[in-house]
């Protein structure tokens, strides 16, 4: 059985702000670090130890929100932002921009997926994942064959 979905875009900001979200998730360890600038507080009392530690951390999530905006930005990244219609199977995922134009993408590419209470969204990299929400789908059954694949796959529990 093949999944069609209907056409569908990715907001940029929808883009932009689940990406942020990744990064910080699976880089949780740089809020111990600015904790520990923070404790600086107690080797020398100075505000400064917290402030800069507050402004280490701004600057951190800064720097990723700025090179999230920037991929939405650049010319190579825009068939990523157009609208684009799906086909999944058990072998592949293709990201179809019209009848003629495709891109396979094969299930080991896919790091790991995860169920939201509105889309599946199935993550390549920190910055690269694909957002399906299930309004795109035609059917509940074929929303119910893309969690089954993803429970074949071991990629959602």
């Not at 650049?74 to 592949?92: C, G, P, T």
């Amino acid at each position: 059985m093949i999944v069609k979905t209907k056409k569908y875009q990715l907001p940029t900001g929808t883009y932009i702000k689940m990406a942020l979200i990744n990064v910080l998730k699976e880089q949780w360890w740089v809020i111990p670090i600015a904790l520990v600038i923070m404790c600086g507080y107690f080797w020398i009392a100075s505000i400064w130890w917290i402030i800069g530690g507050l402004i280490a951390y701004a600057l951190y999530v800064l720097f990723w929100a700025i090179q999230f905006t920037g991929v939405t930005q650049m010319e190579q990244n825009k068939v990523i932002f157009d609208k684009m219609a799906y086909e999944i199977d058990s072998r592949q995922i293709l990201m179809k921009i019209n009848t003629k134009q495709g891109m396979p993408i094969q299930w080991n590419m896919i790091k790991n997926a995860e169920k939201r209470k509105d889309a599946y969204v199935l993550y390549m990299s920190k910055a690269q994942f694909i957002h399906l929400p299930f309004r795109i789908f035609n059917s509940e059954n074929e929303r119910k064959f893309m969690e089954t694949i993803l429970k074949r796959k071991e990629l959602i529990k």
